[in-house]
Structure formats: structure tokens, C-alpha cells
């Protein structure tokens, strides 16, 4: 496995799968033949939405919810948003992550590892807008070996592709590992996506 195959959103952090893993899964559409990046938007932006707004009728509330709750209603959340793409395959909250490591994303599996640890905070907004950075990975992903299939720019895609290649890892260079373009990419989408869908719920 080389530097490349895990993105993370801090540092990188190979756990093996634990019966203490709480395991969510996501089934990959395979029946998405092309996905328009502003679509792709607009409906993550509105699965923050339907997440916040459903959170008043939900019993329990996200605050008030088990940890094995919330990682149920955070699978219901990028569920919402994966269905229309299945960029990603499965989700997975971690136990044992250190801190500073929020989440990776697996090109070769298309699984989402995330730190346990998001679900004890009662504001579900980070582990959100980190669901929402890792799948922008997925789609980063798709979109370098199947161009062909979104509305990207080659440019773009070329940037990311280039950027994989020569990967900054945060413990070398943490301000260059946050400005590269696909980290800066996936942090302005997730940003972007809460943001849009907080503003817009009722």
C-alpha cells in the first residue's frame, strides 16, 4: 500500500477491522451512468438540510442519541447523498483513531473510515461536514479514472490526479498538506455543503 491509497482528513491511520468497529454500510449504485457536479451539490447541500430539519422530529434528537444511534443517523445522512452517485462503498466508525485523525477514504475498497470519537460530540456538524470530505475523496476518485462520467474540467481532474501522485502528508508539511488541491477541494465542498444546507433549513 503506498502514501497514496488512504486520504485522510488529518493524518493518516491504518486500523484493522476490530469487533469493536461500529460498521455502517453503503451500497455503491452502480447504475449511475453520469453525475453533473452542480446535481452532486444540490443534493448533498440538501441532505444536510433534510438531516437538521428531520432532527426536530427525531426520537431520540441527535444530542440526546446512544453513540450507536448517531452512527445510524449519520449512515441515513451519506446515504441520502451517496445513493444518486455510490461513490462510496461502505462506513465505518473506528475506534482507537487518534484525535487528530477525523477520516480516511480507500480508493481500492471505496470505504470511509471514520474516528468513533465525532459520534460522543451532541453537535453533529463535524462528523457531517468530515462524511461530506471524505466522499468528495471518492468522487475526486472517480472522476480521475472515469472523466468521461462527470462534468469536471480535464484540467481539474489532471490537478488531482497530479496531486495523488505527489501526495503531501500532513506530518511533513502541514500547511502545504492543507492547501493541495484535492485537501483543499474536499475541505471547501464539505464547508460549503453544511453551510448551504444549515442556511436553508427551515
Given amino acids: 500500500m503506498n502514501d497514496f491509497e488512504w486520504l485522510e482528513l488529518l493524518e493518516d491511520d ?3 477491522i476490530s469487533e469493536n468497529d ?5 451500497h455503491v449504485n452502480e447504475s449511475c451512468e453520469f453525475c453533473d457536479e452542480q446535481v452532486l451539490e444540490e443534493c448533498t447541500a440538501s441532505a444536510v438540510q433534510e438531516f437538521i430539519e428531520a432532527n426536530e422530529h427525531r426520537h431520540p434528537p441527535y ?3 446512544s453513540i450507536e444511534q448517531r ?3 449519520m449512515k441515513e445522512f451519506h446515504d441520502n447523498f451517496n445513493e444518486m452517485s455510490g461513490y462510496t462503498n461502505n462506513l465505518h466508525f473506528r475506534e482507537g483513531m487518534e484525535p487528530e485523525n477525523l477520516g480516511a477514504f480507500n480508493p481500492v475498497t471505496k470505504q470511509i473510515d ?3 470519537d465525532l459520534l460522543k460530540e451532541d453537535n453533529p456538524q463535524q462528523v457531517m461536514e468530515t462524511i461530506m470530505h471524505e466522499s468528495r475523496h471518492a468522487y475526486q476518485d472517480f472522476a480521475i479514472n472515469h472523466p468521461e462520467q462527470v462534468s469536471v474540467d480535464a484540467e481539474t481532474i489532471k490537478e488531482w490526479e ?5 501526495y503531501i502528508r500532513p506530518e511533513f508539511d502541514f500547511e502545504a498538506y492543507v492547501n493541495q488541491p484535492v485537501e483543499a477541494d474536499a475541505n471547501d465542498f464539505s464547508e460549503r455543503m453544511y453551510y448551504d ?3 436553508n433549513a427551515a
Fill in 22 to 26: 461500529i460498521l455502517t454500510e453503503c
Fill in 71 to 73: 452512527a445510524e443517523y
Fill in 14 to 16: 491504518r486500523i484493522e
Fill in 197 to 199: 444546507g444549515f442556511c
Fill in 162 to 166: 497530479d496531486n495523488f501522485t505527489h
Fill in 114 to 116: 471514520l474516528n468513533a
Fill in 63 to 65: 444530542e440526546e442519541a
